[in-house]
């Protein structure tokens, strides 16, 4: 099934990565690679292209692609620790008119998210790792880890002028 061919239910079937099921109201994608860095780009590129004709991260599409980046490279790197037989899991939920959620899963041990020291900490502004969660919370306006750290769920709502009514 190619992506252009829809089933009954509202579903479309991805090639590559997933599904995506469009409703009135929302379009969800779920979709999955393999732990291997080379795998991050082509579904992101492939997600951001989603996320942006939908337009329910209008004005703030870099944000959420810079933490999907940073979401996927710590699930493959640290999560899974690159074993290509691992999975990482994204879902991602654009809600019209409001924002996007994006979850992502990997198949690690979890990590207690408040031992991660500061990004921002003088002693740590040198170090060559320990920025993407920073990152994340700073690009997303909220940044929820669950299942013991295996789990991180983002939200991104609109850009403040996006939604505004023009001045007539």
């Known amino acids: 099934m190619n992506?252009?061919?829809?089933?009954?239910?509202g579903s479309v079937a991805s090639p590559k990565f997933g599904r995506m099921h469009i409703t009135s109201?929302?379009?969800?994608?779920?979709?999955s690679i393999p732990s291997e860095i080379e795998a991050i780009?082509?579904?992101?590129?492939?997600?951001?292209?989603?996320?942006?004709?939908?337009r329910c991260a209008a004005g703030n599409e870099p944000a959420v692609e810079l933490a999907l980046r940073e979401a996927l490279n710590n699930a493959v790197l640290h999560g899974n620790r690159m074993d290509a037989h691992k999975l990482v899991e994204v879902r991602c939920c654009c809600?019209?008119?409001r924002g996007v959620w994006l979850i992502v899963k990997d198949q690690g041990n979890g990590f207690d998210p408040s031992?991660?020291?500061d990004a921002l900490a003088p002693d740590r502004l040198e170090a060559e790792h320990g920025r993407g969660i920073c990152l994340m919370r700073l690009s997303m306006d909220q940044v929820l880890f669950e299942r013991g750290g295996t789990e991180v769920r983002m939200w991104k709502g609109?850009?403040?002028r996006s939604w505004r009514r023009k001045a007539s």
Not at 25 to 31: D, G, I, K, L, P
């Open 115 to 117: 031992a991660v020291p």
């Open 3 to 9: 992506t252009a061919s829809a089933v009954t239910d």
């Open 25 to 31: 109201s929302s379009m969800t994608v779920e979709a």
């Open 41 to 54: 780009s082509p579904l992101v590129d492939w997600l951001m292209q989603r996320i942006e004709r939908s």
């Open 158 to 160: 609109l850009a403040a």
């Open 95 to 97: 809600e019209w008119g």
